[in-house]
T-cell receptor
Framework: DAGVIQSPRHEVTEMGQEVTLRCKPISGHNSLFWYRQTMMRGLELLIY????????DSGMPEDRFSAKMPNASFSTLKIQPSEPRDSAVYFC???????????FGPGTRLTVL | QQPVQSPQAVILREGEDAVINCSSSKALYSVHWYRQKHGEAPVFLMI?????EQMRHEKISASFNEKKQQSSLYLTASQLSYSGTYFCGTEIIPGTYKYIFGTGTRLKVLA
């Protein structure tokens, strides 16, 4: 299996622009998680889905952040408009509900200027 | 709410042992341990469940003390490949799969 796939790997954008991060979970996994990692706050859970349904989005920092999972093999995290404080590494992870281990993607390093 | 890990950082010589602690202010139902190398994604090491026994991954083992709301990771005879940042992830509401990650412990193993 190719593992969790994220794109792009690096994104540099200017403040105010829309940013879309993409994730393809491991085939057969039915849970998907979006995390943000910064030096100051560590690894934070933003939102997670079970069977494509958002279960808990309490970690989403503001209305500028939104996430969708239109099908079992694809999810997006959108930031609109982006701000410099959104700069971080964003990880997507997937797991099988019954096994519980989370497999992380390589991450997207976002820089907002 | 974020679990606190100690120590924050540790430097070892190859072959030495280390213990990393993860303490929560809330009751724990399960604990995950992950290792992250610089510039890479976190990689799962092991999971400990409430009432479960101590787990092992190669020469790394972990325990779960429900009363103390704490988990400990034991690295025995450390190898250079053990270097990285270790995170615990705690599930505070059972069955939610919502894990809160700890503050992290940076481990450096020297030859």
């Amino acid at each position: 299996d190719a593992g969790v796939i994220q794109s792009p790997r690096h994104e540099v954008t200017e403040m105010g622009q829309e940013v879309t991060l993409r994730c393809k979970p491991i085939s057969g996994h039915n849970s998907l998680f979006w995390y943000r990692q910064t030096m100051m706050r560590g690894l934070e859970l933003l939102i997670y889905f079970n069977n494509n349904v958002p279960i808990d989005d309490s970690g989403m920092p503001e209305d500028r952040f939104s996430a969708k999972m239109p099908n079992a093999s694809f999810s997006t995290l959108k930031i609109q408009p982006s701000e410099p404080r959104d700069s971080a590494v964003y990880f997507c992870a997937s797991s099988d509900l019954h096994i519980d281990t989370q497999y992380f993607g390589p991450g997207t390093r976002l820089t907002v200027l | 709410q974020q679990p606190v890990q100690s120590p924050q950082a540790v430097i070892l010589r190859e072959g030495e042992d280390a213990v990393i602690n993860c303490s929560s202010s809330k009751a724990l139902y399960s604990v995950h341990w992950y290792r992250q190398k610089h510039g890479e994604a976190p990689v799962f090491l092991m999971i400990l469940l409430k009432g479960g026994e101590q787990m092992r991954h190669e020469k790394i083992s972990a325990s779960f003390n429900e009363k103390k709301q704490q988990s400990s990771l034991y690295l025995t005879a450390s190898q250079l490949s053990y270097s990285g940042t270790y995170f615990c992830g705690t599930e505070i509401i059972p069955g939610t799969y919502k894990y809160i990650f700890g503050t992290g412990t940076r481990l450096k193993v020297l030859a």
